[in-house]
């Protein structure tokens, strides 16, 4: 068995979806909460209603976007999203 410690920070943008990246720093940019089509429509429509919305739901389930509200559209429900209030930008300490 080798001393050497695995480079986790070179896995990440192996694992990191764009789409994941470019909700974040859209939201960010934004400001206000948002659903995934209004997002989409900022993205141009390149990633989809549907590709977005997943991603949101995966943001969602690790805590770095929060439900805001939901309305009904069309028979359905819009949700829109906020960015999570928790602090994501450092990581657990004893980690490294």
């Given at each position: 068995?080798?001393?050497?410690?695995?480079?986790?920070?070179?896995?990440?943008?192996?694992?990191?979806?764009?789409?994941?990246v470019a909700?974040?720093?859209?939201?960010?940019?934004?400001?206000?909460?948002?659903?995934?089509?209004?997002?989409?429509?900022?993205?141009?429509?390149?990633?989809?209603?549907?590709?977005?919305?997943?991603?949101?739901?995966?943001?969602?389930?690790?805590?770095?976007?929060?439900?805001?509200?939901?309305?009904?559209?069309?028979?359905?429900?819009?949700?829109?999203?906020?960015?999570?209030?928790?602090?994501?930008?450092?990581?657990?300490?004893?980690?490294?």
């Open positions: 068995m080798t001393d050497t410690q695995f480079n986790w920070e070179s896995l990440v943008p192996h694992l990191i979806h764009p789409a994941k909700i974040i720093e859209a939201m960010k940019w934004i400001g206000v909460p948002v659903s995934p089509r209004e997002l989409d429509r900022v993205f141009d429509e390149q990633y989809g209603v549907s590709l977005v919305s997943y991603h949101m739901r995966t943001l969602l389930n690790v805590g770095v976007v929060e439900k805001d509200r939901q309305r009904p559209v069309r028979g359905a429900l819009q949700t829109f999203y906020a960015l999570s209030t928790k602090q994501h930008a450092n990581p657990p300490a004893g980690r490294g």
